[in-house]
């Protein structure tokens, strides 16, 4: 899929050397004091159970842009621990093969300004779902639900104290209920595909 679009698609991790200085290492972003704040896996080749866990997630505490785009997470479920990362801007996890409840912990990602879990239709927002994971979205800029199951959710009215919101993608979702049409004033909003 990642080569139809243009995109490269390469084992990244295979160009990690330990000992080496990782901000050198593809996919690998750094700020000025050589702290990880961009991790960049999106067409990477990466297969298997997804974990947070792992010793390479708890290395990288002010992590800022996370992108797993275009993986195989073989239907594994999102980790709740996503939550440690309190830095987090961007966080992609469009067509990654995920599967069961978007945790509620991802609301708690104060600071994403972008947020997409597109085209994984295992992934799923329970009744009240949508409500709970925009809460305190309030920065959001873009957000994509494209084909996540949302048939037990109804258009929350919150969407409409979203407005830094640019792009809103919730095609093939399930979602029901009214649209608030007010949600075309919304000062910043570009782009709609419901």
């Given at each position: 899929m990642c080569d139809h679009w243009g995109i490269t698609s390469f084992p990244k991790m295979e160009s990690w050397k330990k000992g080496s200085n990782c901000c050198s290492w593809a996919g690998v972003d750094c700020d000025g004091t050589g702290q990880v704040i961009g991790l960049d896996l999106s067409c990477s080749w990466l297969q298997g159970t997804f974990h947070l866990n792992s010793s390479l997630f708890l290395s990288f505490p002010r992590l800022q842009k996370l992108n797993l785009a275009y993986n195989d997470f073989f239907m594994s479920r999102i980790p709740p621990e996503f939550t440690r990362f309190t830095e987090l801007?961007?966080?992609?996890?469009?067509?990654?093969?995920?599967?069961?409840?978007?945790?509620?912990?991802?609301?708690?990602?104060?600071?994403?300004?972008?947020?997409?879990?597109?085209?994984?239709?295992?992934?799923?927002?329970?009744?009240?779902?949508?409500?709970?994971?925009?809460?305190?979205?309030?920065?959001?800029?873009?957000?994509?639900?494209?084909?996540?199951?949302?048939?037990?959710?109804?258009?929350?009215?919150?969407?409409?104290?979203?407005?830094?919101?640019?792009?809103?993608?919730?095609?093939?979702?399930?979602?029901?209920?009214?649209?608030p049409s007010r949600i075309f004033h919304l000062p910043h909003l570009q782009k709609l595909a419901i």
């Open positions: 801007k961007c966080l992609n996890l469009s067509a990654c093969g995920l599967s069961g409840k978007v945790p509620p912990g991802i609301s708690f990602l104060n600071k994403l300004v972008s947020l997409d879990l597109s085209e994984n239709i295992g992934l799923r927002l329970e009744e009240g779902g949508f409500e709970l994971l925009i809460q305190n979205l309030s920065k959001l800029r873009d957000l994509d639900l494209y084909r996540v199951n949302m048939s037990s959710s109804v258009v929350p009215k919150s969407l409409l104290n979203l407005t830094s919101l640019r792009a809103l993608g919730l095609g093939h979702s399930g979602l029901h209920g009214e649209f």
